[in-house]
């Protein structure tokens, strides 16, 4: 699979990653060996990226990774996890002491002495801009806690302010094929600085996999049912904000652009991925067949055409919505 250098970290990574959430249970049940079966099979497609957060089922999903890296030794993956939700979400609480607790949780949890990239997940806003919160960061790298650090965001504006800052290696934004607005300022702006994109719900919680109706329906503890409206955290995480019948239409539409021999999946994974800037895609993969197709999609080739029509779905169905939003 090809690789791409992260922004700041200097590392190579795959294209296609693979984010983890799923493997903490937020998105139904996930079986242990299950979870074992889904990284070793992403590895043996080429994936060198997982990425994964301490609240993933409060530590589950960086505990699956810490197993299967620990029994698979010298395989090269990046590990990229995130930090700062496990508390209440005030910026106060984004201190040097709080950091440290929360790298030692992760670095126990992963089986390492070093994080090879700690995000921080979402915080609030101000967090952003805060040249302390940057300072504790870069006094964890001077300690070897941790090799690099970057952000997860919500919003734009936020991607930008980190940006700013010369220790930030790497960005996590929500891109897709329902949510454009990266494509305007942020990527330019990464790629001038050195920063690395990683591109999450890549697939918009599973719009974009094409296998979804109206009829359809999530387990109790699936986001995708419990966080329609935003009941638990910013409803932009949840099939990218988009309502999910107005979603249903428009990938109706998408459908009828993907290339032949691609699944509508793979189709979306691959045309994010050719976007200038990106590092690299994280979907996640409920079993192993997903995880290998979700890694194939490296091999997807989308045009001209494919990118015109995936602008004009967002320009007819989305924009007006989504994009003073996030």
């Not at 090809?2 to 903490?24: A, D, M």
């Not at 790497?170 to 897709?176: K, T």
């Not at 790629?191 to 974009?208: D, E, F, Q, T, Y």
């Amino acid at each position: 699979m090809e690789q791409r250098i992260l922004g700041k970290t200097g590392r190579n990574v795959s294209i296609v990653g693979l984010g983890t959430w799923q493997l903490g249970a937020d998105w139904g049940n996930v079986d242990p060996a299950q979870a074992q079966a889904i990284l070793a099979a992403s590895v043996e497609a080429g994936v060198t990226l997982f990425d994964t957060a301490d609240v993933y089922g409060d530590g589950k999903s960086e505990q699956a990774i810490g197993k299967f890296l620990a029994d698979n030794p010298g395989l090269g993956v990046t590990v990229a996890t995130k930090m700062g939700r496990r508390v209440e979400q005030r910026p106060e609480n984004y201190t040097l002491a709080n950091f440290r607790q929360w790298v030692d949780r992760s670095r126990k949890n992963l089986g390492t002495d070093t994080l090879d990239l700690v995000q921080l997940h979402c915080p609030p806003t101000p967090v952003y801009s805060n040249n302390e919160v940057y300072d504790a960061l870069d006094t964890l790298v001077s300690e070897g806690a941790i090799k690099n650090y970057g952000v997860s965001v919500e919003r734009t504006d936020e991607a930008l302010e980190a940006i700013r800052h010369e220790g930030t290696a790497s960005v996590q934004i929500i891109l897709n094929a329902f949510r454009l607005k990266p494509l305007d300022e942020v990527l330019p702006a990464a790629k001038a600085a050195g920063v690395g994109i990683i591109a999450r719900v890549p697939l918009a919680s599973g719009l974009l996999s094409g296998k979804y109706s109206k009829d359809t329906t999530f387990a109790e503890n699936d986001h995708r049912n419990y966080n329609r409206k935003g009941e638990a955290f910013d409803v932009g995480e949840t099939f990218s904000g988009v309502d999910y019948e107005l979603g249903l239409k428009a990938v109706a539409e998408f459908e009828q652009l993907v290339p032949e021999g691609a699944t509508t999946a793979q189709a979306a994974i691959a045309w994010i991925a050719a976007q200038d800037g990106v590092a690299t895609v994280i979907p996640g993969a409920r079993n192993v067949e997903q995880a290998r197709a979700n890694a194939a999609a490296a091999a997807v080739s989308v045009g001209k055409d494919f990118d015109e029509g995936v602008r004009w779905i967002y320009d007819h169905y989305f924009r007006e919505a989504i994009h003073p939003r996030w």
